[in-house]
């Protein structure tokens, strides 16, 4: 028959594994459901600088200004985000480009076996338009690598600090049962720790 201390010990280890799956499961889920979010959040950061640059590029367009055109292009390829920017006019001609700007072609990778070139890579296009004309388009090209980079070393390091704290926490506890286990077993008198009788 199994005595009482065997089962309570049982129990507890048992409560133990049950706790720290409960944790570890629920820990993926938040990490998993805050990484969404993050990319959600980092997509939106790139739709809102895309939106900001075709605002400033209409006065530019209005005037013929193509040097300044060229200077958004470059600014917005110097973005740690952005791989490169081109403005075209309403019928698609190229008004002003970065200096390291591809054809769109090039970009998604439609002259490449596999679409190799367009891996890792994504495209926002934006219309310019002022008092309801369309004056041109701005095509950025994101860095979708180095956006979900970002989110993903985030929530790497957010993992790592989550399992740290709970494995002291399993820890802390293992110790904490093992000197309440030594405090109980030394109140009991020196003839019950030998064997003999209270």
Do not use: C, W
């Amino acid at each position: 028959m199994l005595s009482q201390n065997f089962v309570i010990k049982g129990l507890m280890l048992l409560s133990l594994m049950a706790f720290s799956y409960f944790i570890l499961i629920n820990s993926t889920i938040i990490s998993d459901s805050n990484q969404v979010i993050q990319n959600k959040q980092l997509q939106d950061l790139s739709r809102t600088m895309t939106r900001q640059a075709a605002l400033f590029a209409v006065d530019s367009i209005k005037e013929d200004n193509h040097e300044a055109l060229f200077q958004l292009t470059n600014n917005l390829a110097k973005e740690r985000l952005v791989f490169d920017a081109t403005i075209y006019d309403a019928e698609g001609r190229i008004l002003g480009k970065s200096d390291n700007a591809l054809t769109a072609s090039q970009i998604t990778g439609l002259n490449t076996p596999l679409s190799i070139d367009g891996i890792g890579r994504q495209q926002l296009i934006e219309p310019i338009i002022k008092d309801d004309h369309l004056l041109g388009f701005l095509r950025v090209t994101f860095e979708k690598s180095t956006l979900t980079g970002f989110a993903n070393h985030h929530y790497r390091k957010s993992d790592r600090l989550m399992f740290g704290m709970l494995a002291i926490s399993l820890v802390s506890g293992m110790l904490i049962m093992g000197l309440l286990r030594k405090r109980k077993d030394a109140s009991k008198p020196i003839t019950t720790l030998f064997g003999g009788k209270a």
